[in-house]
């Protein structure tokens, strides 16, 4: 049997979706959708950053970073700063409210991990962990 690569992108992609939905689901009584979940995870990791960081962080533009990290102000997750370095430009940073939605974002991105990966075999696990290891490395020519 033939297996053509672009049945495996559709498999993968409707994958993808059911786990971002599923994601988007649990976290959405944070009050978060997952644009904003994904900034808070970036200004937990990286910040302070500027709003222009989390949107290359994000590989988004600065415009749909702003909307999300103005949502993120608005729930007092997120506190914005002028940056010590340059008065004209401010900072992001995670409020301790913040904090305590991070880790209930990761808690929960752990256990749809868990929920969704965890029905397969350990053996099955490891053998897709190597092949995502490889489509996600450099391209060869």
């Given at each position: ?82 940056d010590p370095a340059d008065g004209r430009a401010l900072l992001l940073a995670l409020s301790p409210s913040g904090r ?42």
């Amino acid at each position: 049997m033939e297996i053509f690569p672009e049945a495996l992108a559709e498999n993968f992609l409707r994958v993808a979706r059911r786990l971002r939905r599923e994601t988007s689901s649990r976290t959405a009584p944070l009050g978060l959708n997952l644009h904003q979940s994904r900034a808070l995870r970036v200004i937990g990791d990286a910040g302070p950053l500027r709003p222009s960081e989390v949107a290359e962080h994000l590989g988004i533009v600065a415009r749909s970073a702003t909307d999300a990290v103005a949502g993120l102000v608005t729930a007092g997750f997120v506190e914005r700063t002028t940056d010590p370095a340059d008065g004209r430009a401010l900072l992001l940073a995670l409020s301790p409210s913040g904090r305590a939605a991070l880790e209930e974002v990761e808690r929960i991105r752990a256990e749809v991990g868990r929920d969704f990966f965890g029905r397969l075999p350990e053996t099955d696990r490891a053998a897709l962990a190597a092949v995502l290891e490889r489509l996600d490395g450099p391209t060869s020519p």
